[in-house]
């Protein structure tokens, strides 16, 4: 049964740090398109970051500032979030995605003060 599973989320300060972890279950994650969506109150789900092999993408909300990875042997993905600013307070979702499947995970909440 597919399914992935965040953490790392929290309340941290303008301008701190926060790594998200994204871990995988039934999931070649090489095989898929793996991201990181986020939403924010009152407003709709948006892509923070994607990967697909050796391709990323960010949204340019975030560009500079975070990082997404896999770890294909841990089936774990990760976004490495910096210089965090209260406008990217949200709930932070992975995404696992091919043409037959599209799994969610419940999300992980991140709160920067300002």
């Known amino acids: 049964q597919m399914r992935v599973e965040e953490s790392g989320g929290g309340l941290v300060q303008s301008g701190g740090s926060l790594r998200l972890t994204c871990h995988t279950t039934?999931?070649?994650?090489?095989?898929?398109?793996m991201g990181w969506y986020r939403q924010a109150p009152g407003k709709e789900n948006e892509l923070v970051a994607s990967?697909?092999?050796?391709?990323?993408k960010y949204a340019d909300f975030v560009k500079g500032r975070f990082t997404i990875s896999k770890d294909n042997v841990k089936h774990e993905m990760y976004l490495q979030m910096n210089n965090l600013q209260p406008s990217n307070t949200a709930d932070y979702y992975c995404?696992?995605?091919?043409?037959?499947?599209?799994?969610w995970g419940q999300g992980t909440r991140v709160t920067v003060s300002s």
């Open positions: 990967i697909f092999g050796d391709n990323v």
């Open positions: 039934g999931i070649r994650s090489n095989l898929y398109t």
């Open positions: 995404n696992a995605r091919d043409s037959s499947n599209n799994c």
